[in-house]
Each structure stands twice: as C-alpha cells, then as structure tokens.
C-alpha cells in the first residue's frame, strides 16, 4: 500500500505524527510518503516540532509559505499535484482543519485517489472562520473520516454523510501528549521561566478574529492588569507578535516569549494555574489534563471541551479576562473523554490496513 500523508502546519504535526508511526508499524513494506506544504516554515513553528515528534524528514517539502487564503490554498494545489501523480498513492492522508488540509483533499479526490480525514466532523457552526469552511468541505470529499468526539457523528449526520464513511477512533493529537508524556513531566519549562508551578496563566493568541484588530490591544491592556494578581506567561504566535509591534503597545509585566518547542510547552501546559487561549488544540489538552481552559471565542468546535467541565468559552471579549481570578477555582473535568487514550492512531490503523 502507498500513502501520502499531507501536513503544513504546527498543528497538524501533532495530529499526523502518531498516525504515520502506527501505519508505518504496521504497513512495513508500504510507501509512506510525508508532504511538507511549508504553510508554516519557521524552524519554531516546524522543524522543532517534527524533530521532537520523531517524524521523519519530509519527502517533498512544497514551500508554500504565507498569502491570501486564495493564494495558500491555490499554491498547495499546484505543486501538490505532480507529486501525487509521481507517488501514485492509495491513499492520502489530511488532518485537521486547515487551508493545507482542503487543498490536499481537493487535489487527492479529483484525481480520484481515497481521502482520509484525521479529526473529522468537529463544526462551530460560524461560517465565518476559514477553518469551518474547509472542515465542511473535506469532509464532503473524504473516503475515510476518522473522529475524535460523539458529537461528530451527528454533525456529519446532518450534512447527509454515510455512516459507513465515519470511524469513531479517539483523538490522535492526545497520542502525541501521552508519548511525550513523560519527556514534558520531567521538562522543568516553568522554572526555567522564572514562574512557580499551578501559579500562572499561560496564554496563546493568534486567530485573525482577535489579533488582527482593536481587540488585541484591549485584550493585552487586560493581561496586564491581570498580571498584577498572577504571573502572565505569554509565547507569543509570529502573526501577533507582527501585529504587537504594528501597535507599539507596552505590556508591562507580562512574560513574552518566542514561539516554545512542543515539549517546552506541554511542560507549560500541565504546570499552568490556568490557560487563555483561542487555539482549538489546546481546550482539547487542557481538558486531558485537568487544566482550566478559558477560550476567548464566542463559540467551540469542541464542545465536548466545555461538557467536560475544564473549558469556558469567554466570548470573543477581552474585559471577560478580568473573570479569570475568580472562576479559576471551578469544576474541572475528572476523566477525558470517550477514547481520548493515547491508541488512537492504532485504531486508524486497523481501519486503513485492517486489524492485527
Ligand atoms: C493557520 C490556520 C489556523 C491555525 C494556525 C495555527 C488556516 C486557514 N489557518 O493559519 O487554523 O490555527 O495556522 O498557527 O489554514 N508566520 C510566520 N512563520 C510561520 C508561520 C506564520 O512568520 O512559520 C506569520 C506570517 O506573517 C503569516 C502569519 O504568521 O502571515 C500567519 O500565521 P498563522 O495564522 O499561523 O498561519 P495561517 O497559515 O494563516
């Protein structure tokens, strides 16, 4: 069997790395093929990320880089074409949500190879978002949907999906967190920093919604009143640092930071008083490991985040951080939810290369 695995962003190495190492497994004498689209292509936001992960140098890498939505998604497209006509594969593997994951999708299926989705059938039903428009549309034009949540089924339902497309497997960007887990226990971040563990909020921002206007100044005025209360560990997205420094604004007493490798920041992650974040994977790490999440976005596409007790949606609304002292303290989650187990990806693989 031949596959293409298509990945472009920092998220998206998370999601595909313990997939590729499960089909490889099992698949020995198969074509396992690794597509770099360059959506991302800082060393922080990439190479840091597919070394930590053991994911094997990309065979092709497409350099893509930043543009227009038109322009990402077109240039994708163009050079990814001739490498599937080369690699010939059965299949081609996408994850996630992003101008790269549509791109891949569209190209693969009009040459009529098999798609199969990693992380299908999550919707925030907010048109608006890129992401949201290229989830739809994958999903439309994918074989094999793979989903990390029960809301998913529905979801797809709706949209007219057979149910013989979708495949409930768990979430495989939590195989990633339970493989590295005992490297970012063991990791020190906090300390390193400067910043007492349990005792500080960790925040990422990088979604044009927020930090591509008037809101990212308020939300930083906020943060650093906040962080006369608690220490304010900020690492900071290349997209809002370039538009922190548009703005010239001070931000007294936060800790900013560059971009933090994968373990450095799961080290973060499970040592934070609290999180503030619009990322969609991080209300899913959080909620695996007990952190209390607040999501500065009027909606989720992960509910099941909320359900289990460790997310707050704040809305799209910087004075809301002023809350967070307070509702720190609430419920948090007790377990993960329904196969959030770290097998995953071994489940994809008993579907793509049937079971052991
Ligand atoms: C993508 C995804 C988004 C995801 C985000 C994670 C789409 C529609 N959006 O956004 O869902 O949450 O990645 O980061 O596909 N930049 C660098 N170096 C890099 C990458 C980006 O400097 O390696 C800068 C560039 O100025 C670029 C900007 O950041 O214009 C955009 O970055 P980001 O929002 O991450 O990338 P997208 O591909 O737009």
């Known amino acids: 069997m031949r596959i293409v695995y298509v990945v ?37 936001m990439s190479e840091v990320f597919l070394e930590e992960l053991g994911v094997p140098a990309p065979d092709h890498m497409l350099e893509v880089g930043s543009g227009s939505h038109a322009q990402q998604t077109a240039r994708t497209m163009e050079r990814l074409e001739p490498v599937l006509l080369e690699e010939r594969p059965d299949l081609v593997v996408v994850p996630g949500d992003v ?3 549509i791109a891949a999708a569209l190209t693969a299926a009009k040459l009529l190879i098999p798609v199969a989705h990693i992380e299908s059938g999550l919707r925030s039903f907010d048109r608006t978002m890129p992401e949201e428009i290229n989830r739809i549309l994958t999903d439309q034009i994918s074989e094999q949907l793979f989903l990390h949540s029960d809301e998913a089924v ?12 979708m495949h409930f497997v768990g979430n495989t960007m939590i195989d990633t967190l339970v493989a590295l887990e005992g490297r970012f226990r063991a990791a020190g971040a906090a300390e390193r920093l400067g910043v007492e563990p349990g005792g500080y909020l960790l925040v990422t921002l990088h979604r044009p919604a927020l930090v591509d ?17 608690m220490p ?39 040592d934070a008083g609290a999180v503030l974040t619009d990322s969609g994977g991080i209300q899913e790490e959080t909620t695996y490991l007990g952190i209390r999440c607040f999501t500065l ?14 997310n707050t949606l704040l809305g799209l609304d910087p004075a809301a951080i002023a809350h967070i002292p307070d509702a720190i303290t609430e419920a948090r989650a ?23």
């Open 99 to 101: 101008n790269s994951t």
């Open 213 to 229: 206007g008037p809101l990212l100044p308020e939300t930083v005025a906020q943060l650093a009143t906040l962080a006369r209360e």
């Open 297 to 310: 976005r009027d909606n989720t596409e992960r509910p099941v985040t909320v359900r289990a007790g460790t």
């Open 334 to 356: 007790t377990e993960p939810p329904p196969l959030w187990d770290g097998r995953a990806a071994e489940r994809i693989a008993d579907v793509v290369a049937g079971p052991t």
């Open 232 to 270: 304010v560990v900020f690492p900071v997205h290349p997209r809002t640092r370039r538009m922190m420094e548009e703005v010239e604004q001070d931000h007294p007493g936060l800790l900013l930071c560059e971009p933090l490798g994968y373990v450095d920041f799961l080290s973060l992650l499970a």
């Open 154 to 165: 529905e979801n797809l339902r709706s949209e007219g999906i057979p149910e013989a497309r």
């Open 8 to 44: 472009g962003t920092r998220p998206n190495f998370v999601k595909t790395a313990p997939v590729v190492a499960a089909l490889r497994d099992r698949l020995p004498d198969g074509r396992h093929a690794i597509v770099h689209t360059g959506q991302h292509y800082d060393r922080m």
